[in-house]
């Protein structure tokens, strides 16, 4: 009986308003198993969850950062890096760390003293940095993310000691303490050391070797999305490109019943976003044939032929020309040639599907003369 009901189950689309593909999706989902249909509806399994409906989603890296925020994150070669290239990154989730560290003598500290720090990062990803005392004012328009021309003065009074040099933008502006130790031989040490991880110190303090007098400090992720990581010569950046979420078939919900037909109509009534099947409000017509495949191979319930690996080929298209494609989600599909890119080895084929031309981007070895 159950081979029986698979046979006899054929896939059906339902168009839906842009952007409502998924709210669909789960309002038929709720409704399949309030009404106790599971057996009429063909389910998958995908990301660890069954599903009734299939919306084909593919993801794509963009480099735009969101709400204004940067999705850059410099990283000072003092800190271990947590995370690698390509790596999948939530928000939250830390991108560095730097250890704590102690005290390699007995000291006393003779001086503290407050400084703003402005690292200006030029063009080429070299840093200068500036060390201003609190009693000199920074002008407003210095801002961390803005980009600074030569000439330009840090200070509201202009002294030229605090003017700029080089082109670049701000890469940091922070309060740092400038701590100098007498130690027991009488010898003078001094750090600078940001004051959001420095432990409390003040003059006249004694210390041992081994006392920790800067805190661990941690980078964490503003965003998720994917790892990026470029190294120069006064650290690291690490950019976290966002990951979009892009349906492929944009207004359709896919299914595979073998429900009757006012059934099938009654399951999809009135849900908001959702507009009717694909044939008329109340005739659902079946999608069969390599139609079918695409939404299959590109939901990834089943897998798309590829092409053996061949050394680089001769471009033996026109734009204009009819060619078959034979390779990927598309296979079986002919479309005429739109554009050719010779350095990237792609043609551009327009191809129609669902009546609609969809132009697809495909690697010479994944098409053949008709």
């Keep these: ?12 689309a339902i168009q839906t308003y842009a952007g409502s593909e998924l709210k669909v999706k789960e309002e038929i989902e709720r409704r399949i198993k309030n009404r106790g249909l599971e057996d009429n509806v063909e389910s998958f399994k995908q990301n660890g969850k069954r599903q009734y409906c299939v919306v084909p989603i ?15 994150y410099r990283i000072p070669y003092s800190y271990d890096l947590l995370v690698e290239p390509n790596q999948r990154l939530s928000r939250g989730e ?19 003293e407050t400084l703003q720090r402005v690292i200006v990062e030029m063009t080429n990803r070299t840093e200068e940095t500036y060390l201003i005392p609190t009693e000199k004012r920074i002008r407003r328009d210095i801002r961390k993310g803005e980009k600074i021309r030569s000439g330009v003065p840090l200070t509201s009074d202009k002294e030229e000691k605090f003017v700029v040099n080089v082109k670049g933008k701000i890469a940091l502006r922070d309060r740092v303490k400038r701590i100098e130790f007498i130690l027991e031989d009488g010898s003078e040490e001094e750090k600078i050391i940001p004051e ?27 965003s998720s999305g ?39 109509i009654d399951l999809v009534d009135d849900i908001r976003g959702a507009v009717r099947f694909v044939g008329s409000r109340y005739h659902p017509i079946p999608i069969r044939g390599k139609e079918m495949k695409v939404v299959k191979r590109l939901a990834g319930l089943i897998e798309a032929p590829t092409a053996p690996s061949s050394p680089r080929i001769e471009v033996d298209f026109d734009v204009g020309e009819v060619v078959e494609i034979v390779e990927g989600p598309f296979a079986d599909f002919t479309g005429e040639i739109t554009a050719i890119d010779k350095e990237a080895e792609e043609v551009t084929v327009n191809v129609k599907i669902f009546g609609r031309e969809t132009p697809v981007d495909i690697g010479f070895e994944g098409i053949e003369k008709i």
Excluded at 58 to 71: A, P
Excluded at 200 to 212: A, H, I, L, T, W
């Design 94 to 112: 830390p991108i560095a760390r730097k250890q704590p560290k102690h005290l390699d003598w007995d000291c006393m500290v003779s001086e503290v």
């Design 196 to 222: 959001h991880y420095l432990v409390k110190v003040k003059e006249g303090d004694e210390f041992e070797e081994g006392d920790r007098i800067e805190k661990e400090d941690v980078i964490d992720s503003r």
């Design 58 to 72: 593919e993801e794509v890296i963009t480099s735009r950062s969101r709400r204004g925020k940067s999705n850059e």
């Design 1 to 12: 009986m159950g081979s029986k009901w698979l046979i006899m189950k054929k896939w059906y």
């Design 226 to 264: 994917m790892v990026k990581v470029k190294e120069y010569k006064d650290k690291r950046v690490v950019t976290v490109q966002p990951v979009e979420k892009r349906r492929l078939f944009p207004g359709y919900v896919f299914m595979k019943m073998d429900l009757p037909e006012e059934e099938m």
